[in-house]
């Protein structure tokens, strides 16, 4: 009996060291992992961006024969949930969307952590990996959307599994927002403001503010632990019965953060009525998200949320599609998707260099420095986005912060130059849109949230 009970203790000792083992965590396996993984990204391999993102969320998801109207009204990017389709069916999805260009951000509940942990799990996530990594058209995997700060240590033995089975994609998160601060659980004391630097140039932040600072921890602690390719985020700014007030302040620490990390950032934003709390935006408001988004150096943006098929007393009502039937706004959105891909080429070849405010400021807003070589000198309500090449502004984008009022902005530039010129956006081409005078005035005009792209030759 003692006989019995000694084989079956070696035989369960013999399975839980195969097993730890097979899941790298004996013998420095797993260190070498996540070294070899960080390596990776220290030398410059893995996933780097080459085009402006477009994309889009959806509650429910398009079939197949949807991908050339997706394509058609400017998407670049698309999700697409493996634990809803069969292995074969994602396969098709990945050969449909290289048919239509498109590439394919690809989620499921395999690629999770506690996949490590069950040999059966990570057969078929291996599996599952194996299959797809191979299609130009994958872009990344989904890895987790608004993950806490307690999490993310748990995330980077997944990440060094991920990327030590397929380097070169983007390995997608998207953070919460700052109205979501008491969800912030789990920020390092380190990360206090002791240590963070304080965003004093940001209008209506101060010192005292805990959840800004705890905001700022936050997506701190997320950049140093998880060291993202891509900083994503969401803020739906339009209420039923009331407008945020935080829109700014919240993509100007992601900016912040964003140029910091020398990394890109993509803005998630409202294009839905949903959860009985945000209503529809309309026209001017959805280019007033896009366009000051580009101000801010964004290389990114995401449609919240573009596909439903839930009932229509259920939280998400209404979005772009709803029961495959498309809204207006999904034809006004295509009209901002043709823009946005005429515009970006020369946006991803830029470095932003600083983002500004008129008067009155808007909470996280920054006003124009008395040095900018780009300054409004009109009482207009606009965004400044500054734009160059190494360190040397050249570009700039006059965004209007209004989406119910048209803007005439006098502006003087003083970049050294004989003309300016206006990116075309139905054309992607530079036109002329102004000789500089001895004053260096000139006057933009723009329609409620619509912003325009120039240059100084």
């Given at each position: ?5 000694q ?36 030398s ?9 993102i ?21 998407y ?43 040999p ?5 996530l ?56 008491r ?28 959840e ?103 939280a ?16 006004t ?30 909470i ?33 984008l ?19 130059g ?40």
């Open positions: 009996m003692n006989k019995y009970r084989f079956l203790l070696i035989l369960v000792m013999a399975v839980v060291f195969l097993l730890s083992a097979n899941l790298g965590f004996i013998n420095g396996d797993f260190t070498q992992i996540v070294d070899a993984a960080l390596a990776k990204k220290a410059g391999s893995g996933w780097k961006q080459k085009d402006f477009i994309t889009l969320w959806n509650a429910g998801e398009p079939s197949i024969s949807h991908y050339p109207q997706i394509a058609k009204e400017g670049t990017v698309i999700p697409v949930n493996y634990n809803r389709h069969p292995l074969s069916d994602v396969v098709e999805r990945l050969k449909a969307a290289k048919k239509n260009g498109l590439k394919i951000i690809l989620g499921d509940e395999l690629i999770n952590t506690s996949s490590l942990h069950d059966m799990k990570m057969k078929k291996d599996e599952l990996i194996e299959k797809v990594k191979g299609y130009s058209s994958l872009e990344g995997y989904f890895i987790a959307d608004e993950p806490i700060a307690s999490k993310f240590t748990d995330y980077i033995e997944l990440l060094a599994y991920m990327q030590k089975k397929d380097s070169s994609k983007l390995m997608y998160f998207n953070l919460l927002s700052n109205f979501a601060v969800d912030l659980t789990g920020v390092s004391p380190r990360f206090n403001q002791g240590t963070i630097k304080y965003p004093s140039h940001l209008h209506g932040v101060n010192l005292g503010d805990k800004i600072m705890a905001y700022l921890a936050y997506l701190r602690q997320f950049v140093n632990t998880i060291k993202p390719d891509l900083i994503s985020y969401d803020h739906y700014n339009f209420f039923e019965k009331k407008e945020g007030k935080e829109y700014f302040l919240n993509m100007a620490l992601i900016a912040h953060v964003a140029r910091e990390a020398k990394k890109p950032f993509l803005n998630i934003i409202q294009a839905a009525k949903f959860s009985k709390t945000w209503r529809l935006p309309t026209d001017q408001e959805m280019r007033f998200q896009v366009y000051t988004t580009l101000a801010y150096g964004g290389r990114g943006l995401s449609y919240f949320y573009y596909w439903s098929t839930e009932p229509r007393d259920m998400y009502r209404e979005g772009l599609y709803l029961d495959g039937k498309p809204s207006p706004l999904s034809n959105i295509a009209k901002i998707n043709a823009e946005i891909k005429n515009l970006s080429p020369t946006l991803m070849s830029l470095t932003s260099q600083g983002v500004y405010h008129t008067d009155p400021l808007p996280g807003g920054e006003r124009i420095p008395e040095k900018s070589p780009v300054k409004v000198l009109s009482k207009s309500e606009v965004v400044l986005g500054l734009f160059g090449e190494n360190g040397n502004t050249n570009t700039f006059v965004s209007n912060r209004s989406y119910k009022n048209a803007q005439r902005a006098e502006i003087k530039v003083s970049i050294a004989k003309r300016i010129q206006e990116l075309n956006r139905k054309t992607g081409k530079w036109i002329l849109f102004s000789d500089l005078s001895s004053t260096k005035k000139v006057i933009v005009k723009l329609e409620p949230g619509d912003g325009r792209l120039f240059r100084v030759l």
